[in-house]
Structure formats: C-alpha cells, structure tokens
C-alpha cells in the first residue's frame, strides 16, 4: 500500500525525485540536526557526507567572547538554514523564539519544538497545537516535531502546518522507530510530507523511515555522536535513498508460508 | 540599569549603541533582539529608546536541534 504522499511527491519532482517541502525543492531528503558535533570541522563535513541541503539551529543568548562563525560555515557550505525553538516548554515561549529566530536568520520557515518534560524531551501535544495554530497565522512555514500520534498529525496539518515530523522514539535515544505501525498510518493519511525526527540510531532505522513512507529523515544525534561522525552521515544519506526506493519500488507483503521463487513444474525424476 | 542577557549592566541609548559596546556591533549577521519579551526589528534598532529597566535578550544562531 502506497501512500498518497509519496506518489505525489515523487510526480511533482520529476525523474529526480527531489524533495517538495512547502515552496522549496530540496536534492536531499536527510535533513541534519547541527547538535552534538565538537568541531565546526567535523559539522561540516558531516553535512557534506550527509548531502543534506537544510541544517537545523539553535538560538541562545549569543555570548560576546565565545561567537563563532556557524552560520558562516553553513553558508559555505551552501545549506539553507532551520531555526528550531528548542528549549520552549509553552507556546509563549516557542512563538517568541520562531520569531527571534524568522529576525536573526531571516527566514520564516521554523521548525517548531515545544516539548513536555526535560527527561522525554516529549513534545507537549496542547503547547505544540496552539504554538503551530499562532505561527501559521503569522505567516511561518511551520514544521513541526510531534509525537507519533496519526490523530495529532492530522490536527497539525489542518492548521496549516507545512509538514509533520513524528518521532520515531525519544530525541537522542537512538531506539529507532518504537511504533512503525503509527509512522506508516500518518504516512498513509498525510497530505504534507512526513518527516521521521527524532530517535534514528543507525542507518537501518533511517532506510525504515523512507520504506514506511516517510518523505523524509532528519538526524542529528545518531550522526553526531556517532564514533565517526562523518562515516555514519555516509551510511544514513545512503540508507535514506535505499529506504525511498524500496518504497518507490513497493515491497512484496509479508506472509505466514513459504512462497517458492523456483517452479515445481519440470522437476526431473531422479527416484 | 537596563538587564542584558539577565545580567545587570548601564543604560544604553538604544540597541545600536549596546551592540557597539558589547563587542557585538550592530552590523553582526544573525542576531535578533527582543525587548521585555518582544521582537524588535533590525530595522527599529537604532529609533527605539531603552528605557531604564528593559529586560534586553541578545540571541544568535547555536548548533542545535
């Protein structure tokens, strides 16, 4: 079973099969979160390995003897760049920062975070609704990071959000897709493209994203931390595109009995 | 006294000037500012007065998310 979004993403962008996310057309579908690495160095070549073409940020009090350069690298690199509100616990809070975030990076485009508790980092479902309803209405293209609930999906959705991004499990867990039944039901019903965040910890978690029906990956912890940060942005670009063109290719569906791949016809007798 | 950041510090004429004497300077890519709690923009910097007593927060792009 196919999901409507996959199909029309792929008609939209052509022989490519490019990623339409609100008016852009992204070359890759692994998005990479920019936490975790130690060096400005290794963030860079990760995205490079990771051929990403969207990298996410964080905003803080900016600290006068400690600015680097961040979004000179990124902007080397050619990579646009996502605000997140990570660190808001209240749609107050999360409004204030996409808005700090739409001023300092000039961009309205936000990828919205407004979690429940500091042990989860589990998105409050009430905050995050309320938070998306407000940014839609104050013209972002909000993505919002949400649980792995289909009904919340669709409720983000009808308030306009640009895409849904279900956790596979709890944010730098590395436990993968704990729910792969839920993933694929907000795939089959999305309208927007999905986008598997939080949880990855391998590539085979990625290429489970895509295969469920996921539009997209985004990965920060799982190629950050990783021993070799930069290897494993490799192996998870490579599983995104394996992940998406087994979907494409449409699975064959799991059965209880054996179904032989030789025929029994023409079996020669050698009683 | 003004509050930057949470910390106490002089009264500024108006977020140009804390910027140029922060170090940060008002040209900076990537910052944004928020008076008591509210955005304001690049563009009304230099106009808008900091009344003694302003919470200021001074933010700029991190590795995150």
């Known amino acids: ?21 609100a008016d852009r057309t992204l070359p890759s579908r692994l998005l990479l979160g920019s936490g975790g690495f130690t060096s400005f160095e290794l963030l860079a070549q990760a995205v490079t390995a990771s051929g990403t073409a969207l990298v996410t940020v964080a905003l803080r009090r900016i600290d006068p003897q400690a600015r680097g350069s961040l979004l000179d690298v990124l902007e080397g690199l050619g990579v646009a760049v996502l605000p997140n509100t990570a660190g808001c616990y209240t749609a107050r809070d999360a409004v204030s920062t996409a808005r700090l975030g739409r001023e300092a990076l000039q961009t309205d485009w936000v990828k919205l975070e407004v979690i429940g508790d500091e042990q989860t980092l589990l998105p409050d479902a009430t905050e995050l609704l ?13 993505l919002p990071y949400t649980t792995d609930d289909p009904i919340l999906a669709r409720r983000l959705e009808d308030v306009g959000c640009a895409a849904v991004m279900p956790l596979g499990s709890p944010i730098g867990s590395g436990m993968g897709i704990v729910n792969p039944y839920n993933i694929a039901l907000i795939c089959e019903h999305a309208g927007v493209p999905v986008v598997l ?21 985004l990965c920060a912890s799982a190629i950050s931390r990783a021993e070799d ?17 087994a979907r494409l290719a449409g ?20 009683g | 006294m003004i509050y930057v950041n949470g910390s106490e510090q002089p009264d500024a004429a108006n977020v140009v000037a804390l910027l140029e004497r922060l170090g940060i300077g008002a040209q900076a890519r990537g910052v944004a500012v928020a008076l008591d709690g509210e955005v304001l923009p690049r563009s009304q910097w230099p106009s808008v007065p900091l009344a003694p007593g302003t919470r200021v927060e001074v933010v700029g792009a991190i590795q995150g998310g």
């Open chain 1, 229 to 245: 940060p930069v290897a494993m942005a490799e192996a998870i670009a490579a599983a995104v595109h394996a992940g998406r063109l």
């Open chain 1, 197 to 217: 965040d939080a949880g990855v910890g391998t590539a085979s978690d990625a290429a489970l994203a895509m295969e469920l029906g996921c539009s997209a990956v």
């Open chain 1, 1 to 21: 079973m196919r999901s409507k979004v996959a199909d029309t993403d792929a008609a939209r962008a052509g022989a490519r099969d490019e990623l339409v996310l």
């Open chain 1, 251 to 270: 699975r064959i569906p799991r059965r209880l009995h054996a179904t032989a791949s030789s025929p029994f016809d023409g079996m020669p007798d050698l």
């Open chain 1, 130 to 142: 309320l938070a998306a309803e407000q940014l839609v209405a104050d013209g972002f293209v909000v």
